[in-house]
Nanobody, 124 residues
Framework: QVQLVESGGGLVQAGGSLSLSCAASGRSIRWYNMGWFRQAPGKEREFVAAISWSGGTTSYADSVKGRFTISRDNAKNTVYLQMNSLKTEDTDVYYC?????????????????WGQGTQVTVSS
């Protein structure tokens, strides 16, 4: 099994930046595709970004394209989400997830393991 722990969330003003980390343990995520999702209370979990096991393929939601960057360091068993030019509508709980399949996907149900989430709040 893979355990995922997110960190780096917090309160930031609109226009600011935050960097989220997702540290994996239990086994290496070197061969796992990884994703970031977000969810507000009472809403569906929403895709944010995904990265292939090699880092060679990335995918972003239209709402974050050009502002967020997903990356990974397989040696550290960690995935990152750099969030710039934050907007109030980016306020959510952010989750990372792992997928032991070849293809990168944006569908939450395609992912096998999830972290507990980290709160990101963007104030106006």
């Amino acid at each position: 099994q893979v355990q995922l722990v997110e960190s780096g969330g917090g309160l930031v003003q609109a226009g600011g930046s935050l960097s989220l980390s997702c540290a994996a343990s239990g086994r290496s995520i070197r061969w796992y595709n990884m994703g970031w999702f977000r969810q507000a209370p009472g809403k569906e979990r929403e895709f944010v970004a995904a990265i292939s096991w090699s880092g060679g393929t990335t995918s972003y939601a239209d709402s974050v394209k050009g502002r967020f960057t997903i990356s990974r360091d397989n040696a550290k068993n960690t995935v990152y989400l750099q969030m710039n030019s934050l907007k109030t509508e980016d306020t959510d709980v952010y989750y990372c997830a792992s997928r032991q399949k070849v293809t990168v996907t944006t569908t939450p149900s395609d992912y096998d393991y999830w972290g507990q989430g980290t709160q990101v709040t963007v104030s106006s």
